[in-house]
């Protein structure tokens, strides 16, 4: 399993070879130290404790400058432990760096959508809109919500407006169209969740 941090620069276009035109959204990824391993005989479980970007010494707290400081790391913004077998080949301050992925390998991205703020059924959910006709008043309202008087409720998980966005979306089996290890850079085919700076954890494909 492989896994690396990075952050959503927005969207462009590259040509293949045949003229094809794919759309694909621009990572900055890496490098991301490791700042902990994770063994099956000391935790339970195989994982490795990735870094992303310096943190400004005033955001990090005694805790935390601690664990960098006990792992001869210097303090990271973001922290992601990503479950991975064969950690044998990492070490505490090894760095997993764009060259991890190969050109035309699938992965999967996970990210934090975009925010929307209170939205409405018809938005949120896709609802239909009422009759704008004469006489009528319900152009967006959700429409009847309760029971009868069995069982004279309202029942959990009953589609209501609210706030929308800003939830963890993952999408799956994208493509790596190109890499520059030199800028690193990552190229991957299609649309990413988040906004532009949003951070990125991208991994080896599941499926």
Same mark, same amino acid.
């Given at each position: 399993?492989?896994? @690396?941090?990075?952050?959503?620069?927005?969207?462009?276009?590259?040509?293949?070879?045949?003229?094809?035109?794919?759309?694909?959204?621009?990572?900055?990824?890496?490098?991301?130290?490791? @700042?902990?391993?994770?063994?099956?005989?000391?935790?339970?479980?195989?994982?490795?404790?990735?870094?992303?970007?310096?943190?400004?010494?005033?955001?990090?707290?005694?805790?935390?400058?601690?664990?960098?400081?006990?792992?001869? @790391?210097?303090?990271?913004?973001?922290?992601?432990?990503?479950?991975?077998?064969?950690?044998?080949?990492?070490?505490?301050?090894?760095?997993?760096?764009?060259?991890?992925?190969?050109?035309?390998?699938?992965?999967?991205?996970?990210?934090?959508?975009?925010?929307?703020?209170?939205?409405?059924?018809?938005?949120?959910?896709?609802?239909?809109?009422?009759?704008?006709?004469?006489?009528?008043?319900?152009?967006?309202?959700?429409?009847?919500?309760?029971?009868?008087?069995?069982?004279?409720?309202?029942?959990?998980?009953?589609?209501?407006?609210?706030?929308?966005?800003?939830?963890?979306?993952?999408?799956?089996?994208?493509?790596?169209?190109? @890499?520059?290890?030199?800028?690193?850079?990552?190229?991957?085919?299609?649309?990413?969740?988040?906004?532009?700076?949003?951070?990125?954890?991208?991994?080896?494909?599941?499926?």
């Amino acid at each position: 399993m492989k896994g @690396i941090l990075g952050k959503k620069i927005g969207m462009t276009q590259v040509f293949k070879e045949n003229g094809e035109v794919v759309p694909v959204t621009v990572v900055k990824a890496g490098p991301c130290p490791v @700042i902990q391993k994770k063994t099956e005989a000391v935790d339970g479980y195989e994982a490795v404790q990735l870094g992303f970007e310096d943190a400004k010494e005033f955001r990090v707290n005694k805790p935390e400058k601690g664990h960098f400081e006990k792992h001869g @790391i210097s303090p990271k913004k973001y922290v992601k432990e990503f479950r991975m077998s064969g950690t044998e080949e990492l070490e505490t301050g090894d760095e997993v760096t764009v060259e991890n992925f190969a050109e035309g390998e699938k992965v999967d991205v996970t990210g934090t959508s975009k925010g929307k703020g209170f939205a409405g059924t018809v938005k949120r959910w896709n609802f239909n809109t009422g009759p704008k006709t004469h006489g009528s008043r319900n152009y967006r309202l959700p429409g009847s919500i309760g029971q009868s008087a069995d069982p004279a409720r309202v029942f959990k998980g009953k589609k209501m407006p609210g706030r929308m966005g800003r939830e963890r979306v993952t999408v799956q089996n994208l493509e790596v169209v190109r @890499i520059d290890s030199e800028k690193n850079v990552l190229l991957i085919k299609g649309g990413l969740p988040g906004p532009k700076k949003g951070l990125l954890e991208i991994t080896e494909t599941v499926k």
